[in-house]
């Protein structure tokens, strides 16, 4: 069966803080994405990666970065956590090679930043 | 830019029929999904469509008219486990495949 993990479900940080949040999918898929979903605003894509060590910019990158160097893992990185990236942070993993745009999604992680 | 509307919120009795619309404005268009998220769970892919014309899969059916700029999902016999917030999402080009998420309708199934 198809999964992809999130490290937490919940998570306090203070402002200003570094925050990681992590992502591994056991499907060996080559696109990894993370989102961040907010009440009225649906789910925005801030990066993904489409292989190891590599990645681009989704719709909202600003205050984010990630890392991927591993296939299965792909980190989301906040380097000084404000308040407005409280939210909830889904990582989803899709193969390559399909026509239908299906993505596997995550538990999701989440944060408040206080 | 890129935009997908949707109803806020749908309410429907148990054991109806619910449409859920999605009208899009993307720069570029490849195709539409539709997903379920329910309360505290992940999103999870339920349809696509990247020709015109109804597509079936059990009790829900999602259409796509490309010259409407617009979608729909189709929930028949809808159950309790219905209740959820759906999502459309349209491809778009723009390099390893991006999709955009509409803002979501929270569908309440009641008895």
């Known amino acids: 069966d198809v999964k992809v993990t999130q490290s937490s479900r919940y998570l306090v940080k203070r402002t200003g803080e570094k925050v990681f949040l992590e992502c591994v999918q056991d499907m060996d898929h080559e696109n990894m994405f993370w989102y961040r979903q907010d009440p009225g605003l649906g789910l925005r894509l801030i990066y993904f990666?489409?292989?190891?060590?590599?990645?681009e910019k989704g719709d909202i990158p600003e205050g984010y970065s990630v890392s991927r160097e591993k296939k299965e893992r792909f980190s989301l990185i906040l380097e000084s956590a404000s308040t407005n990236q409280t939210s909830m942070y889904l990582c989803a993993s899709r193969e390559s090679g399909t026509q239908n745009y299906e993505q596997y999604f995550g538990p999701g992680t989440r944060l408040t930043v206080t | 830019g890129q935009s997908l509307e949707q109803p806020s919120e749908v309410t429907a009795v148990e054991g109806a029929i619910v449409q859920i619309n999605c009208t899009y404005q993307?720069?570029?268009?490849?195709?539409l999904s539709w997903y379920q998220q329910h309360d505290g769970g992940a999103p999870t892919f339920l349809s696509y469509n990247a020709l015109d014309g109804l597509e079936e899969t059990g009790r829900f059916s999602s259409f796509l008219s490309r010259s409407d700029s617009y979608g729909y999902l189709l929930l028949q016999e809808l159950q309790m486990k219905d209740s959820a917030s759906y999502f459309c999402?349209?491809?778009?080009?723009?390099?390893?495949?991006?999709?955009?998420f509409g803002t979501g309708t929270k569908l309440q199934v009641i008895p």
């Open positions: 999402a349209a491809g778009r080009p723009g390099g390893y495949q991006k999709v955009t």
């Open positions: 990666s489409y292989d190891v060590k590599m990645k």
């Open positions: 993307t720069s570029g268009f490849y195709g």
